[in-house]
T-cell receptor, first 111, second 112 residues
Framework: GNSVTQMEGPVTLSEEAFLTINCTYT??????LFWYVQYPGEGLQLLLK?????DKGSNKGFEATYRKETTSFHLEKGSVQVSDSAVYFC??????????FGKGTKLSVKP | ETGVTQTPRHLVMGMTNKKSLKCEQH?????MYWYKQSAKKPLELMFV???????ENNSVPSRFSPECPNSSHLFLHLHTLQPEDSALYLC???????????FGQGTRLTVV
């Protein structure tokens, strides 16, 4: 079946540190891949997406590259800020299918 | 602001009460969704509506009853809930079932 696996959190970093949140997926065919972010007390917001292999999604300094050979879509940011503290969800969607989410990874950034 | 508005933001209800959650989008989207987010669990897809017709119901108890009167509005009617139903209920919409979803801010429900 289709599934998404994210690294367990919480992840605690100091401001300006490098961030990687790992995400791997299992799916038949060629799903679209997404990262969503949930700030405290809020709903989910789409952060970035990639729809085919080797695509790189980017937004607000975050990047993720669709790697079909490793079935991965790791989220990276070169220098995190306190305001990036949130829960990050990796998700996939197959054609004609619904979004399938990972369990989420909580990120805390300390000043 | 994602264009998807949920009301109320917070709701406390007793197990014998009847209440409704409301979701509204004016993005011109054709698909709408209800998700349940509980602590330490993955997001659970509850219901999917496409062009105002329910296309998916993921084994949700009958004490949750969705309604989609038009393409802009989605309701979740609640009755005789249990304390374990306490969670954040998220509404989302998408242009079609193949495109990315936009989420509302959620309703934090507490059943006492």
């Amino acid at each position: 079946g289709n599934s998404v696996t994210q690294m367990e959190g919480p992840v605690t970093l100091s401001e300006e540190a490098f961030l990687t949140i790992n995400c791997t997926y299992t799916a038949t065919g060629y799903p679209s891949l997404f990262w969503y972010v949930q700030y405290p007390g809020e709903g989910l917001q789409l952060l970035l997406k990639a729809t085919k292999a080797d695509d790189k999604g980017s937004n607000k300094g975050f990047e993720a590259t669709y790697r079909k050979e490793t079935t991965s879509f790791h989220l990276e940011k070169g220098s995190v800020q306190v305001s990036d503290s949130a829960v990050y969800f990796c998700a996939l969607r197959r054609s004609q299918g619904n979004l399938i989410f990972g369990k989420g990874t909580k990120l805390s950034v300390k000043p | 602001e994602t264009g998807v508005t949920q009301t109320p933001r917070h709701l406390v209800m007793g197990m014998t009460n009847k209440k409704s959650l409301k979701c509204e989008q004016h993005l011109g989207h054709n698909a709408m969704y209800w998700y349940k987010q509980s602590a330490k669990k993955p997001l659970e897809l509850m219901f999917v509506y496409s062009l105002e017709e329910r296309v998916e119901n993921n084994s949700v108890p009958s004490r949750f009853s969705p309604e989609c009167p038009n393409s802009s509005h989605l309701f979740l009617h609640l009755h005789t809930l249990q304390p374990e139903d306490s969670a954040l209920y998220l509404c989302a919409s998408s242009e079609t079932q193949n495109t990315e979803a936009f989420f509302g801010q959620g309703t934090r429900l507490t059943v006492v």
